[in-house]
């Protein structure tokens, strides 16, 4: 009895896991029958979307309706029409090398609309290290050179209010008695003159440098080889410009240009005379090839000011003067190094944030004052001078930089890289900047906010004031010339120590054959009492 229970137990477990089994294949078959139709659904629907003309429903669609960065809600605005700003738009066309519209790339409606960096999270800065104690470069989302140039803007940012800038030319220019300070080079601007240079009009004409002359760089006491001044009037898109001034720098070669920017991007060099001749003895620069690698040299003749750095000021400020063909220009002072391709910076600094200027903050100072004192402190500028400018811009108005300044995140600016398109309000920022540097002392991170904030006061325009980190992290940063020479040599144990002589073939040194042998050209070594003071003196 016990073994048929058991068969019968065992007969009806069998046939209850055939009939869950049987269940089981009939769901799957179910399920996959019904992921089968959704398929054909979707299908349909995506081939009947892709073929609308509707674009605005894709982009609701693909979900850009909401949580929106401000990179893709441009986007969204350039490719829907909604957008007001018509640079926006064009700061976001996809424009092939020559701009023309046989290079238009129109991206398909898709999630690659957007932008590679939008998923870009910023992280600090790293922390300052005993071997590194000084501030350190940040990451940086780039694009690839080639993309970066795709977003360059077909159209020029539009300038606010200002559309038509001339400038003031004078053979014979006279300091009046309330003109305070200026030069012959600047045309010595009356305070008159420089209070007019603020009210903003559609058309403005004001005093800019070069006064004297038929043209920059023709007889205006910033001279430049008459052969060499066609070329500055060549167009161009983008151009890559420093100087030195006094051979106070050494020239640092630009790395990690894209074949492309070495092709289509001019890099100008300005130096003096007594540069030139310092090159001509201490590298392969010469007359008849002008380059120091990718550098272009220019040589100025004339220099208007006796002060090496205040020269440096005029292509640094007045470069739409001297090249007035070029769309946007990137400055970097002598001391830096480029290490980064010039389409991916103005595609970051620039067209990415849809502006027009972008120079990077302070590492350390927000404060005018504060600014001022630190300059004092390190002997940038005599005393007296930065006292009387501090003092007459505070009588202007200028304040100490608090929070109730914000959004503007600083009054002083790290002003060794400019990035600019050249357009009449930047050029009249630039201008009004260079005349405060006339007029007062040459520290232009002094003048800078002033300049800044009596543009703003009369039109809606920003600059991208972008951080110190950032900057790190395209240009590297050298020393001085007179400080690298300066520098003490490296410890003895740091030198790199030259190699022995060859021994003679042959010879096997260091066996156990050899021990107490003496080896040619070896030295004895000789064996040194520690000997006391008294001991010395007893000899």
């Known amino acids: 009895m016990l073994t048929s229970n058991s068969k019968e137990k065992e007969r009806s477990l069998s046939l209850l896991c055939c009939w869950y089994l049987g269940r089981r294949r009939v769901a799957m078959l179910l399920l996959l029958s019904l992921a089968f139709v959704v398929f054909v659904l979707g299908s349909y629907t995506i081939n009947k979307e892709s073929n609308s003309p509707n674009i605005h429903q894709s982009i609701e669609t693909m979900g850009f309706g909401s949580n929106q960065t401000p990179i893709t809600r441009e986007l969204t605005s350039f490719y829907t029409g909604t957008s007001t700003n018509d640079h926006v738009g064009d700061s976001f066309m996809w424009n ?24 870009f999270a910023f992280p600090p800065p790293p922390p300052p290290g ?7 470069p940040c990451p940086v989302c780039y694009l690839s050179p080639e993309e970066a140039l795709a977003h360059m803007p077909k159209l020029p940012f539009e300038s606010p209010v200002l559309k038509n800038l001339t400038y003031i030319r004078e053979e014979s220019p006279v300091k009046l008695e309330n003109s305070q300070g200026g030069s012959e080079f600047g045309g010595y601007p009356s305070l008159e003159h420089r209070t007019n240079s603020f009210d903003i009009k559609e058309s403005m004409a004001l005093h800019c440098g070069f006064v004297k002359g038929t043209k920059p760089g023709h007889q205006t006491g910033f001279d430049i080889d008459e052969e060499i001044l066609p070329e500055l009037d060549q167009f161009h898109d983008v151009i890559v410009a420093s100087a030195i001034f006094g051979k106070y720098d050494i020239i640092q070669e630009p790395v990690n240009i894209s074949e492309m920017a070495r092709k289509n991007i001019p890099f100008y060099m300005f130096v003096d005379e007594e540069t030139d001749l310092y090159l001509k003895n201490t590298s392969s620069y010469t007359d008849d090839n002008k380059r120091v690698g990718l550098w272009r040299i220019i040589v100025v003749h004339n220099v208007p000011y006796t002060d090496a750095r205040r020269n440096g000021k005029i292509p640094k400020l007045l470069l739409h003067r001297l090249f007035p063909n070029v769309r946007y220009s990137i400055w970097v002072d002598a001391k830096l190094q480029l290490v980064v391709d010039p389409y991916q910076i103005l595609e970051r600094f620039l067209w990415r944030t849809n502006s027009s200027f972008a120079i990077s903050i302070h590492y350390r100072r927000f404060d005018v004052y504060v600014e001022a004192e630190a300059n004092k402190a390190a002997g940038k500028y005599d005393n007296a001078s930065i006292d009387y400018q501090i003092e007459f811009y505070k009588k202007e108005g200028l304040t100490p930089y608090t929070e109730a300044k914000l959004p503007i995140p600083s009054d002083v600016p790290e002003g060794c890289t400019i990035i600019r398109e050249h357009i009449p309000i930047t050029n009249l920022f630039t201008c009004v900047w260079f005349n405060e540097v006339d007029r007062f002392t040459s520290r232009d991170q002094l003048s800078f906010a002033i300049a800044r904030d009596k543009i703003r006061e009369k039109v809606d325009w920003n600059i991208n004031m972008f951080l110190d980190c950032e900057r790190r992290n395209f240009v590297k940063q050298v020393y001085h010339r007179d400080i690298l020479m300066n520098m003490k040599p490296p410890r003895a144990s740091s030198k790199v120590l030259p190699e022995p002589l060859p021994l003679p073939r042959g010879k096997f040194v260091g066996g156990r054959a050899n021990m107490g042998k003496k080896i040619p050209g070896q030295r004895g070594r000789r064996r040194h009492r520690k000997v006391s003071a008294g001991g010395r003196n007893m000899r």
């Open 130 to 136: 005993l071997r590194r104690p000084g501030p350190r």
């Open 96 to 119: 092939g090398v020559g701009g023309s519209d046989v290079g238009i790339i129109h991206p398909p409606p898709s999630l690659s609309w957007r932008h590679p960096c939008d998923s």
